[in-house]
C-alpha cells in the first residue's frame, strides 16, 4: 500500500470531500421538502393528491437512481431542462430521496395513536391545529431516527453522481486513479473519508434524537 | 321542523359502518343537570352512541340535538368544520385510554385548547390549571409529563382539561376500564363530585355499583338498540327485560 501517495493526494479528496458534503446537504433539504409534500399527499383526504404522493413513492423508489439521473442530465436537454451536473445531482438525488423521507414522514405520522387526534378534535380544535399543535410535535421525534437512516443512505447515493462528472469523492478518486493506476489506495481513501462523514452526522441524528425525546 | 324542549335529544339515530348497523333507531333525552348511565355488552354500540354526540362517529341516520342546536346538520365541509369545532368546545369527553397528550405536561394539557380557542392569556390560563388541576386533586403534579402519572392521575388529569373548556355537557367512555382496580375509586371520587355539581353527564361504564350510585337514569343496551332504561332503583333490582336480566345475572355476580 503507497501510503506516500495517499498523503500526497489528500488535500485533493479533502476538497472533493466538501462537494460531497455540500451536495447532501443540498439533497437532504430537497428531499425533506419533497418527503413533507409528499407525506401530506400521502394524508390529504383528497383521493387525487392521495394518489399523486403514492405515485410519487413507488416511481422513484421504484427505479435505480442511477437512471433517474441520467433522464434528468441526459435526457433533460431533449425536452428543455438544461442542468448542469451539480444541479442535475442534487435535483437528481433530492426527488429520490424525497420519495424515500415520504414515507418515514408518513410512518412516523400515523403512528400516533389516533386517541391523540380525537382528544384534540374533542376539544374543539380544528384538524390543521390538531395537526400542528398534537400531532406533528410527536411525530417529529419518531421520525429523527428513520430519517437519520434515509440521510445515511443519501449521503452514499451522492456517490452516483460521479457518473455525470461531478468532481465529487468517487469521482475524483476515479481521476486519480487514471493517473496513478492505484485504485486499492484512491478508492480506500475516498471510503475513508466517506465514513466519516458517515459517522459524524451518524452521532449528530443520535444527539438530536436523545435531545428531543420526552422525559 | 319540532320544538327542542330537551338539552340532548337524540332522534331515530342510526349509525352503520359498511354493511355493520351498530346503532338501530336509537332516541334518547337527557336533561341539564341529568346523569345518564349506559350499560351494556362489548359491542352494543354504547361508545359508538356516545361518540355520535360530539360527532366523532357521525351519524348515518336520525338527528341529535344539543341545546338547541343540531350537531348533525347537514351544511358545506368547511361550514360543517366550523360548527362542529364550536360545539365540541361545550362538549368535554373522556377516554378509557386518557389520551393526554405526552409531550405535553399536566399544565399544559389543560390549558393548550383554552389557550389556542378562546385567547387565554398565560397567566389566565395558569389560573385555569390551577384551579381544574386542584380540583381532581392533581395540583402538585402540574409540571409532571403524562409519563410520570398513575392511571388514575393521568385519567384525572384527562377530566380537567375537558372540564378547562368549562363545557355544559360531558361525556365518559369506559373512563375507569383501563385503570388498576385500586385506582379506580379515585376517578370515580372525582366524576361524583361533579355530579353534586350538577354537571350534565353522560356515562358509559361496566361498574354497575358506580352507575347505581351517581346515575339518574341507566340505560341497557343490546347490538345496538336500548332494550330498557329506566331509573337504577328499577333497571338493577326489577329489570323488566329477559336480556337486561341476563346481562345484569353475570355482570352482578362477576363483579362480587
Ligand atoms: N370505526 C369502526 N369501524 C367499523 N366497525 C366499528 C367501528 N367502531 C366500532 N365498530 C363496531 O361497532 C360495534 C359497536 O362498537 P362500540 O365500540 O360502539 O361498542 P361498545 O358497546 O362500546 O363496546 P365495548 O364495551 O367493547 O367498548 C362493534 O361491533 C364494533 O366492532
Ligand atoms: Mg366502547
Known amino acids: 500500500m503507497d501510503i506516500d501517495l495517499m498523503l500526497k493526494v489528500y488535500p485533493f479528496f479533502l476538497e472533493a470531500a466538501w462537494v460531497t458534503i455540500l451536495l447532501s446537504v443540498l439533497t437532504a433539504i430537497l428531499g425533506l421538502i419533497c418527503g413533507t409534500l409528499g407525506a401530506a399527499a400521502r394524508l390529504s383526504r383528497f383521493a387525487v393528491l392521495r394518489f399523486l404522493g403514492a405515485a410519487y413513492v413507488s416511481v422513484f423508489r421504484g427505479t435505480p437512481a442511477l437512471?433517474?439521473?441520467?433522464?434528468?442530465?441526459?435526457?433533460?436537454?431533449?425536452?428543455?431542462?438544461?442542468?448542469?451536473?451539480?444541479?442535475?445531482?442534487?435535483?437528481?438525488?433530492?426527488?429520490?430521496?424525497?420519495?424515500?423521507m415520504t414515507e418515514t414522514i408518513r410512518g412516523a405520522i400515523i403512528a400516533i395513536?389516533?386517541?391523540?387526534?380525537?382528544?384534540?378534535?374533542?376539544?374543539?380544535?380544528?384538524?390543521?391545529?390538531?395537526?400542528?399543535?398534537?400531532?406533528?410535535?410527536?411525530?417529529?421525534?419518531?421520525?429523527?431516527?428513520?430519517?437519520?437512516?434515509?440521510?445515511?443512505?443519501?449521503?452514499?447515493?451522492t456517490a452516483l453522481v460521479a457518473a455525470i462528472a461531478v468532481v465529487e469523492l468517487t469521482y475524483t478518486a476515479q481521476r486519480y486513479i487514471g493517473s496513478t493506476y492505484k485504485p486499492f489506495e484512491m478508492f480506500l481513501l475516498a471510503g475513508v473519508l466517506y465514513m466519516i462523514i458517515i459517522y459524524v452526522v451518524g452521532r449528530g441524528v443520535a444527539w438530536l434524537d436523545r435531545k428531543v425525546q420526552i422525559t | 321542523m319540532t320544538e327542542q324542549t330537551h338539552f340532548v335529544e337524540i332522534r331515530h339515530a342510526q349509525k352503520s359502518f359498511g354493511t355493520l348497523e351498530v346503532l338501530k333507531d336509537i332516541s334518547l333525552n337527557v336533561e341539564r343537570g341529568q346523569i345518564v348511565g349506559i350499560i351494556g355488552s362489548s359491542g352494543s354500540g354504547k361508545s359508538t352512541l356516545l361518540r355520535a354526540i360530539n360527532d366523532l362517529d357521525p351519524l348515518t341516520g336520525g338527528e341529535i340535538w344539543l341545546d338547541g342546536v343540531q350537531v348533525n346538520k347537514t351544511l358545506p365541509h368547511r361550514q360543517y368544520e366550523k360548527h362542529i369545532n364550536e360545539l365540541r368546545q361545550h362538549v368535554g369527553m373522556v377516554f378509557q385510554h386518557f389520551n393526554l397528550f405526552p409531550h405535553m405536561t399536566a399544565r399544559e394539557n389543560v390549558t393548550m385548547a383554552p389557550k389556542m380557542l378562546k385567547g387565554l392569556s398565560q397567566a389566565d390560563a395558569d389560573r385555569l390549571a390551577e384551579e381544574q388541576l386542584?380540583?381532581?386533586?392533581?395540583?402538585?403534579?402540574?409540571?409532571?409529563?403524562?409519563?410520570?402519572?398513575?392511571?388514575?392521575?393521568?385519567?384525572?388529569?384527562?377530566?380537567?382539561?375537558?372540564?378547562?373548556?368549562?363545557?355544559?355537557?360531558?361525556?365518559?367512555?369506559?373512563?375507569?376500564?383501563?385503570?388498576?382496580?385500586?385506582?379506580?375509586?379515585?376517578?370515580?371520587?372525582?366524576?361524583?363530585?361533579?355530579?353534586?355539581?350538577?354537571?350534565?353527564?353522560?356515562?358509559?361504564?361496566?361498574?354497575?355499583?358506580?352507575?347505581?350510585?351517581?346515575?339518574?337514569?341507566v340505560l341497557f343496551m343490546d347490538k345496538g338498540v336500548v332494550v330498557e332504561e329506566g331509573p337504577p332503583s328499577v333497571l338493577f333490582k326489577n329489570p323488566t327485560q329477559n336480556r337486561t336480566r341476563e346481562f345484569l345475572r353475570k355482570h352482578i355476580e362477576g363483579a362480587s
Open chain 1, 67 to 100: 437512471i433517474q439521473l441520467f433522464i434528468l442530465y441526459f435526457g433533460g436537454p431533449q425536452i428543455g431542462i438544461q442542468l448542469d451536473a451539480f444541479e442535475a445531482g442534487v435535483i437528481g438525488l433530492g426527488i429520490n430521496a424525497g420519495a424515500y
Open chain 1, 113 to 157: 395513536d389516533k386517541g391523540q387526534r380525537e382528544a384534540a378534535r374533542t376539544l374543539g380544535l380544528s384538524g390543521w391545529q390538531a395537526t400542528y399543535r398534537v400531532i406533528l410535535p410527536q411525530a417529529a421525534r419518531l421520525m429523527v431516527r428513520p430519517l437519520g437512516v434515509n440521510l445515511n443512505m443519501l449521503i452514499k447515493a
Open chain 2, 134 to 217: 386542584d380540583k381532581v386533586g392533581m395540583l402538585e403534579r402540574i409540571d409532571y409529563y403524562p409519563s410520570q402519572l398513575s392511571g388514575g392521575q393521568k385519567q384525572r388529569v384527562a377530566i380537567a382539561r375537558a372540564l378547562a373548556m368549562k363545557p355544559k355537557l360531558m361525556l365518559f367512555d369506559e373512563a375507569t376500564s383501563a385503570l388498576d382496580p385500586e385506582l379506580v375509586e379515585e376517578v370515580n371520587l372525582v366524576m361524583k363530585k361533579l355530579a353534586e355539581e350538577h354537571m350534565t353527564m353522560i356515562i358509559v361504564t361496566h361498574e354497575m355499583d358506580f352507575a347505581a350510585s351517581v346515575c339518574d337514569r
